[in-house]
């Protein structure tokens, strides 16, 4: 049968080469690229190169590395749009020119935002390679003493303490009042939801100034962590409000219209389908919230005082925080602490780090279920 | 042979009997007491938050008028900021925020523009959750430590740029810096602004903290071009870049402008990364490559401490403008992208 068909096939003009029955069809692979586009690429890296070394340092009056690394990114850019135009439309060089734009651009910052988190790491490791920077305070010690003595351990303690408060605060606040505006609705809730719009517009430092005012100036309360918590609360209580809000509107109006077709009253609704629904998203939306709430440093600076000792009490003397001794120990001016202020900012990073971590975590949870 | 078309039948519907007039059943939902206890407390909730924030809100305001009665109107074009002799007025901070503010963006935008392009229409497709998830994480960390990059890692090296641009684009206005160019970076005259503690190095990091929020917006706007215009414009013999110039940024013009304006709105309100970079100064001065600036929030974190009661409500005046400035700016963003063409339902 097969014999036949390739008998008749013979006699007619060969549109493909006959396949081979031994060897299995192997898929071609197709490449947007061919072997030229990438030599035009290579060609013109290493052309520039030359030429920007050339120009840069022997002819032209420059110097420096940002400089030259600016200097060569135009003439790649040239040499490139220059080899393409050679024997391709304009249309393709356009769009090499803005590939090579698109694809620099993040590059850029990721090269930023890798130096940030390597130089921090390497400036910060030799005051975390002592134990005891995460035992002991620093209550004694002066900012020029050794590595081995003296520690971030009440910073620590402050930041988990005061930050706890003001999730204990806002988190609560702001996922009722998200299910307010989400769930029961009406003027007065259209209302509530554009207020506290506006007022995730109200810069952190001005929380801290209005709790200074009002607490610390007004009401003589002591410069303590119930202070920097509550301005915290404030700063953070709008965000969750908005993100949580957020996440509920996307839970499917058809889920509720379900859920109350089967008889479930509002409140069942709201507790057995909207928000078991929105619990990843919210979680996620949250756990963000207290990771911005962990790295917020100004109004900190205004209502908690620095301590150099470690304190478990929020009402009671000042108490410090990560952000506020990495603060008070850059602007110090001493080496020594300064390292131990790039100690503690790994530490801040670690934490966001790991909020980030367990909201990736909790999100995932939906996916897999 | 078509035949004459077939006659409708001449049956009339009749209606029911118009006798009574049909009048919809009044329904009357009778929510159970827990319902009722429920909406009550969110209810009750709400409205206490309400009262909260609102109060934050009027309390800010409130302080204008002790401060305008003390220090006048000129407290808004006033540019010194003498506490010890009560010469008050915030021209200069006002100034000095909108430059940073500025620079800042100007740095940001293109930046986040096209990195939100590389992530919805170049990057590969398996690349970008993680680039996505970066970029987030990225928006978490804390200002701080980008300042402390900005301090000691960048501004060694951005106090060249600084003297280069100064000495071949000095005569224009904004990138002069009065001081003799030709002196080296590291040992200006005495009594001369250096290249130090200027408003483009705190903008440089203001920038790193608004660009992950700048990003998302246009990303997430962009990720929502539709497909079939874009498979179109391919089809049509179109390169990527064709594509994304007459399909993904029309259609995300909204999420360029609105991200641009929430970013804005952010860096207006950046307080702890320019505190530790800039020199302050109080002088209204369009220079932003010289040494010494002030912003609202540096100045509040730096005076509220020895400022008598009625500095201390100068002080909130000056939060509270800054506060209007941010709500101006993400007013309009929201307004903004929520204009744009996306906006799909989610219902099911």
């Known amino acids: 049968m097969s014999t036949l068909i390739t008998e008749e096939l013979a006699e007619l003009p060969p549109l493909a080469p006959p396949v081979v029955e031994d060897e299995p069809e192997v898929v071609r692979r197709t490449r947007p690229r061919t072997s030229e586009d990438d030599l035009t690429l290579v060609g013109s890296v290493v052309g520039s190169l030359g030429t920007s070394w050339l120009l840069y340092e022997e002819v032209l009056p420059f110097s420096g590395k940002f ?8 003439v790649f850019l040239a040499f490139y749009a220059g080899l393409t135009a050679i024997n391709r439309p304009r249309a393709v060089v356009v769009d090499r020119v803005v590939t090579s734009l698109v694809v620099a651009a993040p590059s850029v910052v990721a090269l930023a935002l890798g130096s940030t988190v390597v130089t921090t790491v390497a400036k910060g490791l030799r005051a975390l390679v002592h134990w005891n920077f995460f035992t002991s305070d620093m209550s004694g010690v002066r900012p020029s003493d050794a590595y081995s003595t003296g520690g971030a351990a009440h910073a620590m303690v402050g930041t988990l303490i005061e930050v706890s408060i003001a999730v204990a605060i806002a988190m609560p606040l ?23 719009e506006a007022m995730t517009a109200l810069p952190s430092i001005v929380a801290g100034l209005f709790i200074y005012t009002v607490l610390i100036r007004n009401l003589h309360f002591p410069t303590c962590g119930f202070a920097a918590a509550l301005a915290l609360a404030v700063m953070g209580l709008p965000i969750m409000a908005r993100a949580s809000d957020v996440v509920l509107r996307v839970v499917p109006g058809g889920l509720r219209e379900a859920s109350y077709a089967l008889g479930a009253g509002k409140f069942q609704t709201v507790w057995k389908v ?13 756990i963000l919230g207290i990771a911005r709430m962990v790295g917020e440093t100004s109004p900190l600076i205004l209502t908690s005082g620095a301590s150099t000792f470690m304190n478990w009490n929020p009402f009671r003397n000042p108490m410090n925080s990560l952000p506020l001794y990495i603060y008070s120990a850059v602007s110090s001016g001493e080496p020594r602490y300064e390292v131990r202020g790039y100690g503690a900012a790994v530490v801040l990073l670690v934490i966001v780090l790991a909020l980030f971590l367990l909201a990736r975590l909790v999100a995932r949870g939906r996916t897999r279920s | 042979m078509p035949g004459p078309p077939p006659a409708t039948s001449g049956t009339t519907l009749r209606g029911p009997v118009d006798d009574e007039q049909d009048v919809p059943r009044k329904i009357v939902a ?3 007491a827990q319902d009722r206890v429920f909406t009550g407390s969110v209810t009750a909730v709400g409205m206490l938050v309400l009262v909260i924030v609102t109060s934050i809100g009027i309390f800010l305001g409130v302080q204008a008028k002790p401060t305008l009665q003390h220090y006048g109107w000129g407290f808004f074009t006033e540019y010194r900021w003498l506490p010890s002799q009560d010469i008050v007025g915030i021209a200069a901070v006002l100034v000095g925020t909108i430059e940073v503010a500025a620079v800042a963006l100007v740095i940001a935008f293109p930046l986040s523009l096209l990195s939100a392009l590389f992530v919805s229409d170049w990057a590969p497709a398996r690349l970008r959750p993680t680039l996505i998830r970066l970029i987030d994480l990225m928006a978490a960390v804390p200002g701080i430590v980008f300042g402390l990059w900005v301090l000691f890692i960048i501004e060694p090296h951005a106090t060249h740029v600084a003297h280069w641009i100064s000495e071949y684009f000095g005569w224009i206005p904004l990138f002069k810096v009065h001081t003799d160019v030709h002196y080296p970076i590291w040992n200006q005259a005495p009594g001369y602004p250096s290249y130090e503690g200027s408003a483009f190095i705190a903008a440089i990091a203001v920038a790193m903290m608004i660009f992950p929020m700048a990003t998302s917006v246009m990303r997430e706007v962009f990720s929502e071009a539709p497909a079939g215009e874009k498979e179109a414009a391919l089809a049509l013999g179109g390169t990527r870049w064709s594509v ?19 970013a804005l709105g952010r860096a207006l309100g950046e307080t702890i990364s320019v505190i530790l970079i800039i020199s302050q100064a109080f002088k209204i001065k369009p220079n932003v490559l010289e040494s010494g600036t002030a912003t609202i929030s540096a100045l509040i974190a730096t005076g509220y401490k020895e400022a008598t009661p ?8 000056a939060g509270f403008v800054l506060f209007l400035m941010t709500l101006l700016t993400n007013t309009v963003a929201a307004v903004i992208v929520s204009r744009g063409r996306s906006g799909a339902g989610t219902e099911i």
């Open chain 2, 244 to 262: 994304v110039r007459t399909v993904v940024l029309p259609f995300g013009r909204s999420g360029i402008i609105g991200g641009t304006m929430l």
């Open chain 1, 174 to 196: 702001g996922v009722i009042t998200a299910v307010y505006m989400s769930e029961v609705g009406g003027a007065a809730a259209k209302l509530v939801r554009t207020v506290v």
């Open chain 1, 274 to 286: 909207v928000l078991p629904t929105a619990r990843p998203g919210l979680a996620t939306a949250l």
């Open chain 2, 30 to 32: 009778k929510h159970s």
């Open chain 1, 67 to 74: 400089g030259f690394f600016v200097f060569w990114y135009l």
């Open chain 2, 310 to 317: 009625a500095q201390l409500s100068a002080l909130l005046t």
